[in-house]
């Protein structure tokens, strides 16, 4: 009863890397975006900033590269922390079957 099994130990570990990890990813998100508004407010061909993203009412342009980054950064750190939440959630079921 005192001691944690490897696995519970395995889970644990995992999980706090994982939910920070993705805790990091969503502050680097927001700078992400916040680099973002100081963008172009129109488009510009020569440069290829012709994607618009939605600033808040705004409108600024980016780069088909820039508009991919931003969505990447908006998607992985939601998928990393939700897997963290699955392993805390597994983690808390076999504490509570020990306890038993």
Same mark, same amino acid.
């Given at each position: 009863?005192?001691? =944690?099994?490897?696995? /519970?130990?395995? !889970? &644990?570990?995992?999980?706090?890397?994982? +939910?920070?990890?993705?805790?990091?990813?969503?502050? =680097? $998100?927001?700078?992400? &975006? +916040? /680099?973002? !508004?100081?963008?172009?407010?129109? *488009?510009?061909?020569?440069?290829?900033?012709? @994607? *618009?993203?939605?600033?808040?009412?705004? $409108?600024?342009?980016?780069?088909?590269?820039?508009?991919?980054? !931003?969505?990447? #950064?908006?998607? #992985? *750190? #939601?998928?990393?922390? /939700?897997?963290?939440?699955? !392993?805390?959630?597994?983690?808390? &079921?076999? @504490? /509570?079957?020990?306890?038993?």
């Amino acid at each position: 009863m005192g001691r =944690r099994s490897i696995v /519970e130990r395995v !889970l &644990w570990y995992s999980m706090a890397t994982l +939910c920070t990890l993705g805790t990091l990813g969503f502050i =680097r $998100a927001v700078a992400l &975006w +916040c /680099e973002y !508004l100081t963008f172009p407010t129109s *488009p510009n061909r020569a440069s290829g900033t012709i @994607y *618009p993203l939605n600033m808040h009412g705004t $409108a600024v342009y980016l780069t088909f590269q820039q508009q991919l980054r !931003l969505r990447q #950064w908006d998607f #992985w *750190p #939601w998928v990393i922390l /939700e897997i963290g939440a699955v !392993l805390f959630a597994l983690h808390k &079921w076999i @504490y /509570e079957l020990r306890k038993k």
